[in-house]
């Protein structure tokens, strides 16, 4: 497996309450990205990293915000927490190594309730 | 309309059988196209990757695109029942800091000993 991590893998929560989860690598990939999978809509691209520092939004953004202030982490923080924010949300790095394709490598995924 | 569209399944097949797993797509910019295993409760593992037009093999693995049609698969030969997963293609258009990956829905597969 590629060098990722995520915590913590498992959360229960309620509404309104802040959430982050921790992205790790130990890769040194450039790339960085947050996507959360339900059933009927595979994975959806929350927000992505580029560099430290430089982020952008995804498909699904509202409602989370991301960090990276170091190049092996990337935290996902959910403000206020919502039921439709149930889900499993991964970790994906990638180098696009030789400028080639955003072939993406996953952690292993958080498994995130909101009650 | 989605611009990667993938049969849900589930698709059921005996030990042994030849697998087609499919996705057409609308997107005719897309170049590269990627095939990812995910067992139940893991995270996604890279399977084949194929670079435009043409058939790719790995071992009891082709992965074969047309552009042409927008169409590619995924063949899985003398399937094991190791290979019960869900795959998920995937596809980009190559290039660019913004560039991203368009994922299917993923199609669930069962190989019953």
């Known amino acids: 497996d590629a060098g990722i991590t995520q915590s913590p893998r498992h959360k229960v929560t309620e509404t309104g309450t802040p959430v982050t989860l921790r992205c790790h690598q130990t890769?040194?990939?450039?790339?960085m990205y947050w996507y959360r999978q339900d059933p009927g809509h595979g994975l959806r691209l929350i927000h992505y990293?580029?560099?430290?520092?430089?982020?952008d939004k995804g498909e699904v953004s509202d409602g989370y915000s991301v960090s990276r202030s170091k190049t092996e982490d990337f935290l996902l923080t959910l403000e206020s927490a919502t039921s439709s924010q149930t889900s499993v949300y991964f970790c994906?790095?990638?180098?696009?190594?030789?400028?080639?394709?955003?072939?993406?490598?996953f952690g292993p995924g958080t498994r995130l309730t909101v009650l | 309309q989605k611009e990667v569209e993938q049969d849900p399944g589930p698709l059921s097949v005996p030990e042994g059988a030849i697998v087609s797993l499919n996705c057409t797509y609308s997107?005719?910019?897309?170049?590269?196209f990627m095939w990812y295993r995910q067992y139940s409760r893991k995270g996604p593992e890279l399977l084949m990757y194929?670079?435009?037009?043409g058939n790719k093999e790995d071992g009891r693995f082709t992965a074969q695109v047309d552009k042409s049609s927008k169409y590619i698969s995924l063949f899985i030969r003398d399937s094991q029942p190791s290979d019960s997963a869900t795959y998920l293609c995937?596809?980009?258009?190559?290039?660019?800091?913004?560039?991203?990956?368009?994922f299917g829905t993923g199609t669930l597969l069962a190989v019953q000993p």
């Open positions: 990293s580029y560099g430290v520092k430089d982020t």
């Open positions: 994906a790095i990638s180098d696009r190594a030789g400028g080639y394709t955003d072939t993406q490598y």
């Open positions: 995937a596809m980009s258009g190559g290039g660019g800091a913004t560039n991203k990956l368009i």
């Open positions: 997107n005719s910019a897309f170049q590269y």
């Open positions: 890769e040194n990939h450039r790339y």
């Open positions: 194929t670079y435009s037009s």
